[in-house]
């Protein structure tokens, strides 16, 4: 494609072709535009990364169901549905899936038929006299106890806020802003030309058109493999280089502003969230988990729970994350060793933390206190449930 091609493309609208004349003089100007919807709104690198780590860390939890005491009941056939939704989606895609809506629009509808989830779309809904919601998918009315609708709760009580409605200008802006930079050096750089002339330019004269339309001509015929054109010129004519009408650190000033913006949609402070992650992996994982994650799961586990069980069950769906999953493996040798020697937990929990095998005997099941951790004067710290009468253990050997 010509250069001057290129240009055009970009800076001018679809041009209706009735000879040069007209082409130069009739053309309006407009520059590229973005409007953010469900199709391209991930199209925005930051918009993108932001909602993976969030979604990824949703993905990752445990889904398990508890009683009213908070104990798990295991193998509860709901957990089934929840590991396998429908026939096109994986639990871990469905909760990703119903995370990166909930963000973007702003609120999500999953849909419980018998032993199946969906995530219904174009949902209309509205609160009755009674105060009861009512929800249509193409004028079909979805019986309520088949559906939640779950809010990112703004200010009303019938629709949540989402990304494409908070940040709806910034996010359009810095994707209009990327998008000029883009094309801009995909296309080489938007390089245009103009053809300067001291006569008045007169459409009527043949010979003046014909040589104007042949120095068009052999300008588009400029490829993009560096050739060189040579154009002889008579008196009157000259041909300068146009300036580009974007200018890179203007754009990029702007990017740096209002990129960083677009965090705050999803409730996160993109600064503090960057600097964590250049100098601590795992506290910028758990801090987008207390900003973002953790408000997300709550909400999922009520209106989950709802959906499955109903108002007057005493079970309960939960979102479990092992928060020792956001630290390094040598952190996580030092926290078992503390939590053994704290009488926290047992040997073999530890082991089953680190990756490791338990042993599963008597002794690596045990739990052990440390004597520097007993009361003052107190001599007794460890576990009687391996002593002899003594104060020996099994082996023989003293208290440590």
């Avoid at 995530?119 to 009674?130: G, K, Q």
């Avoid at 094309?183 to 010979?207: E, V």
């Avoid at 104007?212 to 300068?240: F, H, N, T, W």
């Avoid at 408000?295 to 079970?315: A, T, V």
């Amino acid at each position: 494609m010509g250069l001057r091609d290129r240009f055009s493309n970009y800076v001018y609208n679809r041009l209706e072709k009735r000879g040069w004349f007209e082409d130069i003089f009739n053309n309006t100007v407009r520059y590229g535009g973005r409007y953010a919807n469900d199709e391209n709104v991930l199209e925005s690198s930051d918009v993108y990364e932001l909602l993976q780590d969030i979604s990824n860390q949703m993905m990752l939890a445990d889904i398990v169901v508890e009683d009213a005491e908070g104990s798990e009941i295991k193998h509860h056939p709901v957990l089934k549905t929840l590991r396998n939704p429908n026939n096109y989606l994986t639990g871990s895609e469905y909760i990703k899936l119903m995370t990166n809506t909930y963000l973007i629009q702003g609120e999500v509808f999953p849909v419980l038929d018998v032993d199946q989830m969906h995530l219904a779309t174009n949902v209309y809904t509205e609160i009755d006299e009674r105060l009861i919601e009512h929800y249509k998918v193409g004028g079909v009315e979805i019986p309520s106890f088949m559906i939640r609708h779950i809010k990112n709760m703004g200010t009303d009580h019938l629709k949540g806020v989402g990304i494409l409605q908070l940040g709806k200008n910034t996010l359009e802006g810095v994707m209009s802003a990327e998008k000029v930079l883009t094309d801009k050096y995909s296309k080489g750089g938007l390089m245009a030309f103009m053809l300067k002339l001291d006569a008045h330019i007169n459409p009527q004269n043949a010979a003046q058109s014909k040589l104007i339309k042949a120095i068009l001509d052999q300008l588009e015929e400029i490829d993009e493999s560096r050739s060189v054109k040579m154009i002889p010129l008579g008196k009157g004519y000259e041909i300068e280089t146009m300036e580009s009408p974007i200018h890179d650190d203007k754009t990029l000033a702007y990017l740096n502003v209002y990129k960083k913006d677009l965090g705050k949609f999803l409730g996160i402070n993109v600064g503090t969230y960057t600097s964590l992650t250049k100098s601590d992996l795992e506290k910028s994982m758990m801090y987008l988990h207390n900003k973002a994650v953790k408000p997300i799961m709550k909400n999922f586990e009520d209106h989950l729970s709802l959906l499955f069980f109903g108002k007057d069950s005493d079970k309960r769906i939960k979102f479990k994350i092992n928060i020792l999953d956001f630290v390094t493996y040598s952190t996580k040798t030092n926290i078992g060793y503390n939590i053994v020697r704290t009488g926290i937990t047992s040997p073999d929990n530890v082991a089953g933390m680190l990756g490791f095998p338990k042993q599963n005997t008597p002794e690596t099941q045990a739990i052990y206190i440390s004597k520097d951790l007993s009361k003052i004067g107190e001599k007794k710290a460890t576990d009687d449930s391996l002593k002899g009468g003594d104060g020996n253990d099994k082996t023989g050997n003293e208290d440590i």
